[in-house]
């Protein structure tokens, strides 16, 4: 099928002219044994269904079935046992009729794609987005919207630019400004394949699978969580986890952030084995490398759909354990991260403990290079878990310096850095951590002056 070719155009003409004389596109099937005739047959629309991995009886589980139409798959999911919510752009009365004749309880929203979030429809162990992708102008904010509001599998039916023969070649996508495609005007872009599983994948969702592409209808199943379960092998030690613009541990979701995760492994590294978890959801790498030794930096697409709070981070390879675990502030106010910060300061909670202070490049101990760009790098202990560079302060010979780095807790020590200026007058350096009201133990080090030379 090809964008402006009048052979098409006229198919569907004649299609739309018997959809019209129908006045119905799916058929339904009724109690009685009879069925109401539609543009869909039964058997293409079971066919349809048939490609993804949904399972025969779905009790307790909640379907949403995104732009349900007349309303078959809403029906069928219900046949098998599901709870499914409907929407569409307006209130299909041949829906609703359909609804009424088979004592259906399906809930059915008028409500657009765009309009999907979880805080409006809930979360579902499965999502139906069958036909749907090509008739919006932002194909990708749709499939985030998708992603947003499930916890589960999700089935990705569309229509494609081409036959599936290359899904691994370059993706592209046509653009239809007019009624280019099949004389329709609401038919608005045609991925090709390998377009839409790098759509499915970007959009936010995990073991994206091509299932098959059948007269130009591409069938993907995406997941929001890891089908594996973790391996025997050695954990990876996370070491921090930071937004990748403004390196701090905050994420304003309606920002679309991105995530740094730093790591240490000794285990092999490839980008696609790499598993993420935040929270309730899994997420894939979008790019990682080495950063010399056993250290390793990924960045992940910030998965859709996290609740507000507080949200545990880790990650594991494939066939490793899973990591320790991480907290960020997900759409977390200022008022709130400070309340946070003050409750784990408070005057009954251990002071910190300077363990290790070291040359922020050398790693010497005790004695710090001075010199342009000096920094100096302490171990801390009893740091509480969500600090940012603008909880912690050091304290060098009575003056407080911002810190330029606070890690998370490893091991019950927290990295801090701070950079120093390049005329500090003093050999002899006191320093201490400030965290609020408390105030580490003083422990000192010497400050060695590096020749320009």
């Known amino acids: 099928m090809k964008a402006s070719n009048p052979l098409v155009t006229e198919a569907v003409s004649k299609q739309i002219e018997r959809l019209n004389r129908l006045g119905w596109y799916h058929s339904i099937e009724l109690p009685d044994g009879s069925v109401i005739e539609g543009l869909q047959t039964v058997s293409q629309m079971k066919r349809r269904v048939a490609q993804f991995d949904l399972p025969d009886r779905m009790d307790g589980l909640r379907v949403l079935d995104i732009g349900a139409w007349d309303g078959w798959f809403t029906f069928e999911m219900e046949r098998r046992g599901a709870s499914v919510t409907a929407i569409d752009l307006f209130r299909n009365p041949r829906f609703e009729e359909a609804r009424t004749i088979l004592g259906s309880k399906a809930e059915y929203l008028k409500m657009g794609v765009y309009d999907l979030d979880p805080k409006r429809v809930g979360q579902f162990d499965i999502v139906l987005f069958l036909g749907v992708l090509y008739h919006l102008k932002h194909p990708l904010l749709g499939l985030e919207k998708v992603c947003s509001v499930a916890k589960g599998l999700v089935c990705v039916e569309s229509f494609v630019s081409d036959h599936g023969t290359d899904p691994n070649g370059p993706p592209t996508m046509e653009f239809y400004e007019n009624t280019e495609l099949c004389g329709q005007f609401d038919n608005w872009v045609g991925p090709n394949t390998s377009c839409l599983l790098a759509f499915c994948r970007t959009a936010g969702f995990v073991n994206v699978e091509l ?14 969580q890891w089908r594996e379960r973790p391996g025997s092998a050695t954990a990876p030690i996370l070491i921090d986890v930071e937004n990748a613009t403004s390196r701090d541990s905050s994420f304003q979701t309606s920002e679309d952030p991105y995530v740094s995760l730093w790591f240490k492994t000794t285990q092999p590294v490839q980008r696609g084995l790499i598993r993420g978890q935040f929270g309730d959801f899994a997420a894939s790498a979008v790019s990682v490398h080495s950063t010399g030794g056993d250290g390793w930096h990924a960045v ?40 946070r910060s003050s409750a784990a300061t408070a005057d009954d909670i251990e002071p910190p403990v300077i363990e290790i202070l070291a040359d922020g490049y050398t790693w010497e101990r005790n004695i710090i290079q001075m010199r342009p760009g000096a920094a100096m790098s302490l171990w801390v202990r009893n740091l509480p878990e969500g600090m940012q560079t603008s909880d912690i302060q050091v304290r060098i010979n009575g003056t407080d310096f911002p810190s330029s780095y606070v890690s998370a807790p490893i091991d019950g020590l927290t990295q801090v850095n701070v950079l120093l200026p390049n005329d500090f007058p003093d050999e002899k350096l006191v320093v201490s951590v400030v965290n609020g009201q408390r105030v580490s133990a003083s422990r000192e080090a010497a400050a060695k002056e590096i020749s320009a030379s």
């Open 300 to 339: 992940f697409k910030l998965p859709p759909g996290l609740a507000s709070g507080w949200t545990p981070v880790s990650l594991r390879l494939d066939d490793s354990q899973e990591s320790n675990r991480i907290t960020i502030g997900i759409d977390v106010s200022e008022d709130e991260r400070r309340e």
């Open 211 to 224: 299932k098959s592409v059948i007269d130009q209808r591409a069938h993907i199943q995406c997941d929001r």
